[in-house]
């Protein structure tokens, strides 16, 4: 079974820096496509970011030169380093790990954690 | 790229509820589908536009065509009451949510 347990969130102000972490089990960071997905007070799901079994990342715009995921092997942990935050990074913030077909390149995001709330306010 | 989905819709118990979310050719991507109650985690319902995962009830059911998918629930139940959101990728596309629809069974 699959556990995703998400750490870190907290109130801070804007400007300010935040690292979130995920303790993964039931899976290995390395060989599995993780993902953060992020949602507002009252508003819907909003991808940010993504870490490849190869390591390469991709984020998405709205956070592009700020988040940085990444992920400590021998922990088995994955990471969101966040800085510069604004209000509208306000969210709970879901550690995902994503299914990959390698023959047909489908993929979902299949096991979620429980999230972990950022605030950022003065 | 943007997906469109209603905000929100109603549904009878034990009638059929259809959600439906655009995007241009979306029926040449990948869409997948979630479910999140209340104080919950999403939930996978539907992966690649028409399959089900194992523990999803035979009631849920996807179709892609066009610019539009759709998830379809046959006999809805009470406990289908939930946000609903599409999900779409391909290799020219990163992985954007729709913007979720609230399903009221009543």
């Known amino acids: 079974e699959v556990q995703l347990v998400e750490s870190g969130g907290n109130l801070i102000h804007p400007g300010e820096s935040l690292r979130l972490s995920c303790a993964v089990s039931?899976?290995?960071?390395?060989?599995?496509?993780m993902s953060w997905v992020r949602q507002a007070p009252g508003k819907g799901l909003e991808w940010i970011s993504i870490?490849?079994?190869?390591?390469?990342?991709y984020d998405a715009e709205s956070v592009k030169g700020r988040f940085t995921i990444s992920r400590d092997n021998s922990k088995n942990t994955l990471y969101l380093q966040m800085n510069s935050l604004r209000a509208e990074d306000t969210a709970v913030y879901y550690c995902?790990?994503?299914?990959?077909?390698?023959?047909?390149?489908?993929?979902?995001?299949?096991?979620w954690g429980q999230g972990t709330l950022v605030t950022v306010s003065s | 790229y943007e997906l469109s989905q209603p905000p929100s819709m109603s549904v009878s118990p034990g009638q059929t509820a259809s959600i439906t979310c655009t995007g241009e050719?979306?029926?040449?991507?990948?869409t997948c589908w979630y479910q999140q109650k209340p104080g919950q985690s999403p939930v996978l319902v539907i992966y690649?536009?028409?399959r089900r995962p194992s523990k999803i009830p035979e009631r849920f059911s996807g179709s892609s065509f066009g610019n539009t998918a759709t998830l379809t629930i046959s006999g809805t139940q009470t406990m289908d009451e939930a946000d609903y959101y599409c999900?779409?990728?391909?290799?020219?596309?990163?992985?954007?949510f729709g913007g979720g629809t609230t399903v009221t069974v009543l």
């Open positions: 870490i490849y079994s190869g390591g390469s990342t």
């Open positions: 039931g899976v290995t960071v390395r060989n599995t496509y």
């Open positions: 995902v790990s994503m299914h990959y077909d390698v023959l047909s390149g489908y993929r979902y995001f299949e096991d």
């Open positions: 690649q536009n028409t």
């Open positions: 999900q779409a990728w391909d290799s020219t596309t990163p992985y954007v």
């Open positions: 050719n979306l029926g040449k991507k990948d």
